[in-house]
């Protein structure tokens, strides 16, 4: 999860706000994550607070919201005050301050390594 205080954006299109990468295919390595990628690109938060608009501005824009990614349909599409899944950005709108990623440590002998 990511924190971002008294941002301003400027000019922004809301097709050009954020784009979160599908997780590719190739990463499901045995080593990794068993026999699925590893979805670290899907199970993001950007939270603002404090966020100033001016010139093109997004049609909702708000001063706190959250950008969710994808996680599917069963994930951040089920979240409270989420809008339906924005295409262009392969992620999710919200306005729900209560989101938070729970977060296991590994105990795995390269933890260290997977962890950088």
Known sequence: MHKFTSCKFRDVDEESLI????APKSWATISDCGQWPCTAPENIILSFLGTTWS????PNARGT?????????NV???????????S???GYYCENRNL??????SLDSDTYERSI
């Open 100 to 105: 938070g990623i729970l977060l296991f440590e």
């Open 88 to 90: 262009v950005w392969n």
């Open 19 to 22: 784009w979160f990468e599908t």
């Open 55 to 58: 010139g093109i501005t997004p």
């Open 76 to 86: 951040a599409g089920e979240y409270n005050n989420c809008r339906d899944r924005m």
């Open 65 to 73: 919201f959250q950008l969710v990614g994808s996680g599917g349909p």
